[in-house]
């Protein structure tokens, strides 16, 4: 049973540029939430996507963007990259019904110089 | 809003010793309580999760939590801890809004 996978691994971008991260779910998850992890601090949620639709959303600009797409992965697109959003960013997965018992993949590391 | 706090930023423990992480949050109603665990460069792993009923819950690893409410607390305890339970500990809190709110972690660190 795939767990949660998320791609690139590693990322490193320069200030103003654009980034795409990309997040599979656990098989037979149909929700997918996106957190940020700044080093030494605890993951901060950024926003939910349910049925390819943004269900909730954290304390992030409109900078932060995602999408949904129908097999239920998603994307999570930072544009004008600040130095302050080098992170680990985490994608977790869970079922609608179920959605507090989130799986995590290993997340994305990325780095703005 | 409610808050979540790991008053302990780092613990230290000797392998064989029994462990335990203190989690404080602040909810008016009965919350949802996690416990994740994250290795160095990966992801959050689920330790035990709380949602209602017995207030002692178990989890992997040998891990369990109890949940008191008049303490306001879902503290992490674990009998002997083995040298590979060094990593950083995470006490959650699932909110109305479908999100996870996280505490700022405990580092765990084990002697031999």
């Known amino acids: 049973d795939a767990g949660v996978t998320q791609s690139p691994t590693h990322l490193i971008k320069t200030r103003g540029q654009q980034v795409t991260l990309r997040c599979s779910p656990k098989?037979?998850?149909?929700?997918v939430s996106w957190y940020q992890q700044a080093l030494g601090q605890g993951p901060q949620f950024i926003f939910q996507y349910y049925e390819e639709e943004e269900r909730q959303r954290g304390n992030f600009p409109d900078r932060f963007s995602g999408h949904q797409f129908p097999n239920y992965s998603s994307e999570l697109n930072v544009n004008a990259l600040l130095l302050g959003d080098s992170a680990l960013y985490l994608c977790?997965?869970?079922?609608?019904?179920?959605?507090?018992?989130?799986?995590f993949g290993p997340g994305t590391r990325l780095t703005v110089t | 809003a409610q808050s979540v706090t790991q008053p302990d930023i780092h613990i230290t423990v000797s392998e064989g010793a029994s462990l335990e992480l203190r989690c404080n949050y602040s909810y008016g109603a009965t919350p949802y309580l996690f416990w994740y665990v994250q290795s160095p460069g990966q992801g959050l792993q689920l330790l035990l999760k709380y949602f209602s009923g017995d207030t002692l819950v178990q989890g992997i690893k040998g891990f369990e939590a109890e949940f008191k409410r008049s303490q306001s607390s879902f503290n992490l305890r674990k009998p002997s801890v083995h040298w590979s339970d060094a990593a950083e500990y995470f006490c959650a809190v699932g909110e109305d809004d479908y999100k996870l709110s996280f505490g700022a972690g405990t580092t765990v660190t084990v002697r031999a």
């Open positions: 977790a997965s869970s079922l609608a019904g179920l959605v507090y018992e989130q799986y």
């Open positions: 098989s037979g998850h149909d929700t």
